[in-house]
């Protein structure tokens, strides 16, 4: 057996850069035994793998290279070794649970779109009757961009004469755990009251959606007509680069009685 291991097999039995291994020994982290002054290669010993397979170990599990220096390292107490390995287990976990979570919205924006699009006529206008519906609040335009859920769900915006704002609609599909926590937790989102809705879409910017939420206005006739207008939009920034190409459904309440209208006050 060797005793001694260049830096070029080194990097070949752990498939691993030598700019790398080069890195570790600037800062302390795993140094070789030997240094040729006149062209600098470097020789490990052969037991020192076994350190370099712990490093390799610690940064699959997540740790940084300064908690590797500092805290695993450093420490020859199995003890401490095991919580440090529990503490880091537990972060991963959490990861692990946020990235699914960020999984499950995307795959429910992907199916609102894919359920949506096919009914789309721009030129149509007619009424539908939904169940209640949940959305995430997150209020005027300024704090849109900031928000995680606007990003992960699809949009839904409320106009009332010069305003508007903003929620992360969160749309059912049947699996949408964010909804179902809502049955055992001590959560509650806003609804949009059941009921029946005259609707059209709008397609283009958003500028322009008031023209069509008018043209759809008119359509409804003698219809007794919320003052809000509730948009979703279906073909948005996310998923087309020309904003010509934007699609919003557009729903308006339609009263069906005087406690349906104060419901309506709510949003």
């Known amino acids: ?35 040729n002054p006149t062209n600098g290669y470097r020789k490990y010993r052969f037991d020192q793998i076994y350190k370099l397979a712990t490093i390799r170990y610690l940064r699959r599990l997540g740790y940084s290279l300064k908690e590797i220096q500092a805290s695993y390292l450093e420490s020859r107490d199995i003890d401490s070794n095991l919580e440090q390995l529990k503490k880091q287990s537990s972060i991963i976990r959490k ?15 992907i199916h609102f779109i894919e359920q949506e699009l096919p009914n789309v006529d721009i030129e149509c206008v007619s009424i ?15 704090l849109l961009y900031g928000d995680d859920w606007f990003y992960l769900n699809p949009t839904v915006v409320f106009y009332k004469n010069d305003s508007k704002y903003f929620g ?9 755990t964010i909804l ?30 008031y023209s069509s939420a008018q043209r759809i206005r008119d359509a409804g006739g003698d219809l007794d007509l ?3 207008t509730i948009n979703f939009n279906i073909i948005d920034q996310f998923v087309e680069r020309d904003n010509r190409n ?11 009685s005087e406690e349906h209208r104060e419901q309506l006050l709510w949003l």
């Open 1 to 35: 057996m060797k005793e001694t291991l260049s830096i070029g097999e080194i990097s070949a039995l752990f498939h691993l850069n030598v700019q790398t291994l080069i890195y570790y020994d600037s800062i302390g982290l795993l140094v070789p035994i030997e240094r």
């Open 95 to 109: 990861k692990a649970e946020n990235l699914l979570n960020t999984d499950r919205a995307i795959q429910q924006k």
């Open 128 to 142: 539908k009757e939904f169940p209640e519906r949940f959305y995430f609040p997150i209020g005027g335009e300024e």
């Open 168 to 176: 992360a609609y969160l749309f059912d599909d049947g699996e949408n």
């Open 180 to 209: 179902q926590k809502e049955t055992t937790d001590s959560l509650r989102f806003p609804v949009i009251p059941a009921g029946r809705y005259l609707c059209g879409y709008h397609q283009g910017a958003y500028e322009h959606i």
């Open 226 to 228: 919320a003052d809000i």
């Open 246 to 256: 934007y699609i919003t459904e557009v729903q308006i309440p339609i009263i069906e």
